[in-house]
């Protein structure tokens, strides 16, 4: 159902998507020669005009006694036909058709009006049903009328092209019009649409050899003869044979159909510049009818709109709409209408527009055909919801189409687009199940399968292209296909389907699957923690990806070289990695792999000891291309670099860069917290505040908060801002991830605790209590921090006033346990570890001073004063101070 036919006024033979607009009127007052208009009778009877009026009183009798005639039925039906006023063109259509006084004139023009209506309001099979009855109304044809038979296979022909059953329309057409007499008024319609049939059929160029074949063709022969041509792909020809009627100034209307004719075949020659300079010498004709000037604006709207979106072509389009006359051009404007809003982006009102159309002509199969053009322009906009919505309206008022399948196959095409992977494979299995053809139905099943696969059915997805490959697709489907299947077995088991990888290279060397399998083969093998930790598995993947490289498309190239080069730095080859990365980069057109092999380079160069020429290259990328994936990649590691380095004024800017250019990246998280930290470490305590706050408004759910909010606190704490950090501490305990973290806030609890405890002694029971609270946790800790603890509970207690627990802290829980657990392990003077046991010799020799315990200070004290451990000047300086002044009889026996 829905195919569009070759018709008086408006749509056109073969009408591809995405052509301007295609007309066929020959005469805007007279459609006697269309194939779907009424047949040409040479005794219907004229329309009579009105009665008169009183004021017609004293005309001659004849006149007066004609104008008393009522109008015929027959004339009332075709009228109402085309004022689309079907029910009373079918009650009059049907009434003359039965009428016993009607001619056999009569009778052909009533059975083609009742046709007409059938074909605006029947799907196929019902009209097919009802001429095979041989009845209308439940009232046989009449049997005496043989013109009625070929009449009648004529417009069955018609129902089998818009029901896609072209070979049977093209043969039952044949037989007509081998029975028909040379002159007879069908031979022209049937010829057309024969042709018309032969060419849907797939043979435009055959449709055309038989219209070429008549002696002295027509307008409409030519007419027909131009869009097969187009249809067959010499549109240049096309121009060429419609260029001698379009400048005929003795035939004004034709010259105007041809005009718009050959205008689009101008544009689809690729000269759109010329086929608006037709247009515009059409529209500036003074004698040009208003349905010719509607048409040439709404064909000029959809050039402008698909070649550059130009808003003045939706006011060229809306002016086509009001200037149309008869109501087919009009609603043929109104499609056009749609399809140029759909082409500038106007999608809400592209929507209106389009269940409008479906509104007042539902069964119409160019507004199908508009509503699903439509979603086609969506798709290859990428507005997926739109071009959904489009799809689906489609199938919902069109069922049983003929281009269902194909709207189904864009519902799929646009629910992947969608990541909605389940719903497009039930779209793409009705589009499948609903194909014409085994070429679509191939294509279909071929996106059921990747569809099945994306949505984490890989089972399903294989015994789909099993079923695929059971209907022998061409080579070049076959090798995808071979290819899915083995995608699939990746994700149920990757060493076999490193294999199958590996047959699919061997089966198609020459075709670009092969590299594609190469190069999955070598992913596999490189993703292989076993492989990769021996030499023949490196080895293995470094040949998969040489393999791969060898192919000439630059996007498979470009990974394979990368490939090759990110093997090389994981076996310690940082100098074969940098010859691949650069390589890699040097491929044209090479996509995401280029830019990430650019980034690579600068890690070989680092791995080369070659610093400053992996900053220079990271720089280089970054001011190359600004706006790249891989030049964030390159941004942050830049940042890490300077960061690292100590550099915080560097890296807070580039951090910062980073978070402005890509706030909604994967590391825009952690760039905001290295920028907070940076800001930290320069004093800019203020903005670091700021930076924290910040990233957790914008990041509420990363794992980088708790630590935005550490470092939050550790600036208040700088500020001396300690209950406000005490409350951040507090938090960062609740909701920190891992214990290192949330250990080090209740540290930083209890250090904020000691510090408000000069004004309030109170604080060092709640510091105390914080830091035994630290020790008590049951996660593992590192021995300096039981040490630091230890030694600030001391603190706290001597703090406190109680010095006996303080000491006991110092000499029992700092001193000895260093001396037991870490005095042998080897630290390193300055390692965190000892910096505590100094402090706690300190801490305790300074208890045993105020004791005057003079003797058990000195030993105290003896322990660090020569030990080159931290704090042993002061130790010695002690010591020296207590053997002068407190031991002199010892100074004197040394």
Known sequence: MHRTLPTALGEGLFRPVRAALVVAFTGLAACAAATNAPLPAADAPAPAAEPPSSASEGLDPAVEAALATPMPGIVVAEQAYRDALYDLAWTQGAKALFDATSSASVRQRAFTVLMQVCERRLAPDAWLALLASGSIDERPLPADDAALGPLKAYWTARVLVLAGRFPEAVEALGGLRAQLAPGDALAEPALR???????????????????????????????????????????????????????????????????????????????????????????????????????????????????????????????????????????????????????????????????????????????????????????????????????????????GNALEASARRGQGLALTGLQRHGEAANAFRAA???????????????????????????????????????????????????????????????????????????????????????????????????????????????????????????????????????????????????????????????????????FMKAEALLALGRVDEAVAAATAMIGGAPEGEWSSEALFWLGRRQFNAGDYAKAESSFAEYAQKWPASAKADSAMLLMAQAQFYLGKFNEAIE????????????????VAQFTHAEALCELLQFDAALLLFDDVVKTARDDDLRLRAMGRRGDCFFTLGEDNAVRYAESVAAYEAVLAHPAPKPFE?????????????????????????????????????????????????????????????????????????????????????????????????????RLPAERTAE
């Open 193 to 399: 649409l024969q042709a018309y049939a032969t060419g849907l059929a797939g043979s435009p160029e055959e449709a055309e050899r038989l219209l070429g074949t008549v002696s002295e063709p027509s307008t409409d022969i030519l007419f027909d003869r131009g869009r097969l041509l187009m249809e067959a792909g010499r549109a240049a020809d096309a121009a060429a044979l419609l260029a001698p009627l379009a400048g005929d100034t003795n035939r004004v209307q034709e010259a105007a159909v041809a005009s718009l004719l050959r205008a689009r075949a101008l544009d689809d020659a690729g000269g759109v510049t010329n086929a608006l300079a037709v247009l515009a010498t059409a529209l500036a004709n003074p004698a040009a009818k208003p349905d010719h000037i509607a048409l040439a604006l709404a064909a000029s709207a959809m050039m402008r709109a698909r070649e550059t979106a130009d808003p003045q072509a939706v006011e060229m389009a809306d002016k086509a709409v009001t200037v149309a006359e008869s109501p087919g051009i009009r609603l043929e404007c109104r499609i056009e209408l749609a399809k140029t809003l759909a082409l500038c982006g106007f999608a809400e009102r592209v929507a209106a527009e389009a269940r409008a159309l479906i509104a007042s002509a539902p069964m119409s199969a160019a507004v199908a055909g508009a509503v699903k053009a439509v979603a086609d322009v969506h798709l290859a906009a990428g507005r997926f919801p739109e071009a959904l919505d489009a799809y689906t309206l489609f199938i919902a008022s069109f069922t």
């Open 432 to 598: 499948a199940d609903l194909s014409p053809d085994a070429d679509a139905k191939r294509a279909n099943l071929f996106n059921l399968a990747e569809a099945k696969r994306a949505s984490g059915m890989a089972r399903e997805a294989e015994a789909v292209v099993k079923d695929l490959l059971g209907l022998e697709p061409p080579e070049p489907m076959q090798a995808a296909a071979r290819l899915l299947a083995a995608e699939c077995l990746a994700e149920l088991d990757p060493a076999a389907a490193s294999a199958a990888f590996i047959r699919v290279a061997a089966e198609y060397p020459m075709r670009t699957e092969a590299g594609r399998a190469l190069y999955r083969a070598a992913q596999i093998t490189a993703g292989s923690t076993a492989e990769m930790a021996t030499p023949e598995g490196r080895d293995k993947a470094m040949g998969l990806y040489r393999r791969a490289a060898e192919f000439s498309d630059p996007r498979l190239r470009a990974p394979s070289l990368l490939g090759m080069g990110l093997v090389a730095l994981r076996s310690g080859r940082p100098a074969d990695a940098l010859a691949s990365f650069e390589a890699a980069a040097g491929v044209e057109d090479g996509g995401a792999a280029r830019e990430q092999a650019r």
């Open 691 to 706: 930076t924290a706050v910040a990233l957790v408004a914008a990041h509420p759910g990363s794992r980088c908060v708790p």
């Open 785 to 885: 921090m039981v040490l630091q603890c230890q030694y600030k509970t001391g603190r706290s207690l001597e703090k406190a006033g109680r010095t006996d627990e303080a000491f006991q802290r110092y000499y029992q829980d700092v001193v000895l346990m260093f001396e037991r657990e870490g005095g042998e392990t080897g630290l390193t003077p300055d390692s965190p570890s000892r910096i505590w046991y100094s402090r706690g010799v300190l801490g305790a020799a300074e208890i045993l001073e105020r004791r005057e315990d003079w003797k058990a200070a000195a030993a105290m004290l003896g322990r660090i004063a020569s030990g080159g451990l931290p704090g042993a000047e002061e130790a010695a300086r002690r010591l020296e101070r207590i053997r002068r002044e």
